[in-house]
């Protein structure tokens, strides 16, 4: 059974209309991974994970490190292939994920020598939106999760962790996505870089945006999410 904690309730009609429809569901999901190298040995990562978040609303992720939360992000980003049971956001089971899907990894993974103007506007340019106007919304976002334009032109593998996050943080928010997976999106971050994190969330939450996100930042989960969801209570061994 799934542990549903409610951090606060419907707070305008907006949200309370979201709330009438799904966008994230998982029925009855369960992963397991095979050690090959391990004489074929099976590992039970999650099991029987049923669970749904409307548009406007945004899920926590909780429960020890191996519980499965990251297993579970992957599961929905189509990352892993799950064993049993069904993923859809939206009206589509997960296949297609360019324009409905977001996902904000902890760790940003991009081809080097690739400017980060480039990486941020890549999303959008993926789904037919011109050059210009893809790089101008990338520009806003690096400026605003302060970005120093001096480095705009720069490979992103020469950058702290902290600048890395936040170009991985704008690309993730380039567009305008149905729903939004995020994996600690604020760590690594100082506390100014942290809030324009958040006011982004919040802003996601407001247009409609479904959002499941691992949040070890308890503040930062306070916030911002509306309800937690302790992924111990499906986990049926060590997950990935």
């Known amino acids: 059974m799934i542990r549903n904690t409610p951090i606060r309730s419907c707070s305008s009609a907006l949200s309370c209309k979201f709330e009438e429809r799904r966008m994230i569901t998982l029925e009855n999901v369960s992963k397991t991974f095979t050690l090959h190298n391990q004489g074929g ?3 039970e990562a999650i099991a029987d994970v049923s669970l749904s978040v409307t ?3 945004c899920v926590a992720l909780t429960g020890a490190s191996g519980a499965g939360k990251s297993t579970l992000i992957r599961l929905i980003y189509g990352n892993y292939l ?6 859809h956001v939206g009206d589509l089971e997960i296949a297609l994920r360019r324009d409905t899907l977001g996902y904000v990894r902890q760790f940003l993974r991009v081809v080097p020598r690739v400017p980060p103007l480039d990486v941020v506007a890549e999303p959008l340019r993926a789904i037919g939106r011109p050059a210009d106007n893809a790089k101008d919304r990338a520009a ?3 400026t605003r999760l302060n970005i120093p334009q001096t480095l705009w032109s720069l490979s992103p593998t020469t950058f702290s ?3 890395q996050q936040r170009v991985n943080i704008a690309r993730g928010f380039a567009h305008p996505y149905p729903a939004l997976l995020l ?10 870089n ?17 959002i ?3 949040f070890h930042d308890e503040i930062a989960r306070a916030q911002v999410c509306d309800r937690e969801i302790d992924v111990s209570s499906f986990t049926v061994g060590k997950a990935a």
């Open 82 to 87: 799950a064993k049993t049971g069904t993923i």
């Open 41 to 43: 040995a099976v590992i």
């Open 161 to 163: 962790g902290g600048e």
């Open 183 to 192: 994996d600690e999106p604020t760590a690594s971050l100082d506390g100014s």
């Open 212 to 214: 499941i996100g691992i």
């Open 55 to 57: 548009p406007g609303e």
């Open 194 to 210: 942290r809030e324009v994190v958040l006011d982004l969330i919040q802003e996601a939450k407001r247009r409609g945006a479904a």
């Open 140 to 142: 806003d976002l690096l």
